[in-house]
């Protein structure tokens, strides 16, 4: 947060504190929508509802698309619905449908009665779709025009009914059954004779998606084609809807942190949230599988009491293999996910992937162990030891590795977010196999060792 | 890759091992650009050099702004200057500059004497930003608009010069100086009395960055506001170009894969990358990292030869520690260095964010430690090896917690990338210390465990 912000939020602490409650009211004036909803977040609660109530019917309208989905609803409970209709009646229909989608159905249902008509008909189409598909990110504050029409007539449509589009990057041009013909980018009205057909001068090679649509696969079209917006079309053509690129910031932005989120095991929709208890219980179910795994290790070293006992140094390894385990499973989980993630590993590749990882693993087998041998053989003066455990970090690092990579891939192919086989789980499935094939190894190569 | 795509590149391969090399000049007729590049990019370079070689050269030209650097660079080599200069000449400013990185100094200086005289001003003043500023990311291909002109003037200036410029969101109002006077959205030009003067319908309040702002900086500013477009203005305010979202979301999926890279300890740029070589020398140092760390930790468990001998069951919790000092730490790590990234942290917040951290880390410590201490009490069947267990647990929790928070912040203030501080670096980190405090304590109780 900026120091201005900063700043801002102290002085609003200052005139709380003072209780001179009509000047909070005036407190954000002057503000961006977003800074406003910023300064709004970072104030406690017990100033943030009298700030809000506060404010501008407007402001108020705006801010409440642009603070998080905890705080809109904590601040919509304190409403009646008539001011709730009051404030999503004003917003455009997908920051109307995200909001209505934090109310219980009762509110929701009232609220829908009392917005506009038009609102009406638009909300209530977009409430059917998934939150994370296209139709759950589209709006359908769109620019349309009839082939037939010409420029100037396009012109003339904009300019009476300019109203609430804001960010307009292309007019769609549409038959008498609404199915999607071309589109016309704005610059193109500016510079083009307007006797001309909108036929004559629309783009007809356009790229569309469906309103069911993963937002991933949604952003990866953005993303390659470098695009600012995109029509949703139905199964027949029919134009839907259509996607802006702020949205779709904010769903990389979304699908990035959920990745980061399963990777270091802390749950979702952590960042951001500040109370302890809350924070906790989104982290602990992974702590407690990372538990229950270190207690499978034990046993597993409990199993191998009489090899341990024999030879205790074996015991001082064990770090070094889960670590190694653990390492090299991340890496290459890690890569396939983020791979997948930004569509550039298809399932289809798989087998090319996995004999990648296999080749890459047997050149960090061969380091790794080779090092290994080498310290162990020096620090502990035994040749012996030094191969064992050689040989085992080689095939701990082979089998983590494919392991990491061969995970997401499955689950991608059983249509389960591939994000799961990274963080905790890989962690603790290599520690405990890793300690299995040392230890087992070792076992038997006990009279070898000379210890047996 | 889709399918279609896929299909694409079986045919070229056919085409190519018939030998027909005439026709592989056509056939990425009819594909749009990034799909062309993405073809390109899946064949093997022995038909993607002839392949590249026999494109048209607009095609060629665009292409080259949209395969991997890698692969750019090396279909560079094999051109003559000339064939360099006529592939630059018609790029955008933004995606000239990034070519011409990739030259080496002497090809770089040949092409910039080559391009046209306009082109070389753009580019060369480019060429002085560093890759990851606002600098890095903009192009100078502006319409501006002098003070006092009129917006018929602006839409004159358009019908005569639209040839290059292919993004066009807003105009921009200049004083004599080239200081941003405000910015008119495109818009506004079809909806306004062209007899208007412009500074009667720009924006006046308008977001700016400078030159030198770090790209993640850019890309905070963007997803906050939802912009489309960012004028870059020097110290004076003088426009200096501007930025696209095109290439903001490049920036973004870009640093998400920078952060899960160095939580996953595989280094940077290895996404897409097929050498395993490369690949495992990418790996490798973080892996070398874990070993050396792994074996700092056996190290420190000869320290304890002794305790282990007489309590071999304490070596069977080790992987249980390093387990739990691991998972915690990356758990805070990860949160500060994405909150960080997101801009949703600032470092002025550093002493509410430890707090925070630390009471998460007492209630998950009250928690493990009480599972733990119930788990090792009935299966081992001693109550005081329960207890040792349970709060070493405790203390290995909240101070890896502590540490996964800290040592991001202070990485931050420092300046140095936070994100250093997830993955490889931090688990070792923990693994050495929480072996250190676990068999510590054990140590000291020793006698009370009734076994020293």
Redesign the interface.
Known sequence: ??ENL?RKVDSIREIFESGDLPRLGGSLEGL?V?DAA?VLTALPAEIRVPLFKSMEQEMASEVLTFVDEGIARALLELLTVDEMASLIDPMASDDATDIINLLNADNAGAVLRRISREDYEHVSELLKFDEESAGGLMDRELVTVRAGKSISDV?AK??SG?ANIE??QNIYVIDSQSVLLGTIP??N???TDPGKKVEEVMER?ILTVTADTDQEEVAAI???????SIPVVDENGRLAGRIT??D???V??EE??E???M????GEE???E?S??K??RA??P???T??F???A???M??NF?ES??SV??L??????????G???G??S???VV??LA???L?V??TGGKLL?EL??SI??GI??GT??LL?VTI?QKDFRLGILLGICIFIIICWATIMGAFIPLMLKKAKIDPALA???FI??FN?ILG?AIYLGIATVFLEWLGKG
Chains 1, 2 share one sequence.
């Open positions: 947060m900026d900063d961006r977003p910023e012109i904009l300019r300019l960010q307009i704005l610059i009205l500016l510079v090679d953005f993303s390659k084609y470098d695009l600012y690129v702020d779709i910031i904010d990389i932005e990035a942190t990745d980061i989120s990777m270091a095991g802390t952590e960042f951001y500040r302890p208890v924070l906790s982290r602990l992974w702590l407690l990372g538990l795994g270190g207690i290790s034990a046993m070293m409990n009491q341990l006992e205790l140094t015991a001082f390894f064990v770090p070094v293999i889960t670590a190694m653990g390492n090299v991340i890496q989980s890690a890569i983020r791979e930004l569509g550039g298809s289809s590749q990648r080749k890459v050149i960090n380091v790794i090092v290994l310290i620090w990274t963080g905790p962690t603790t520690d300690i």
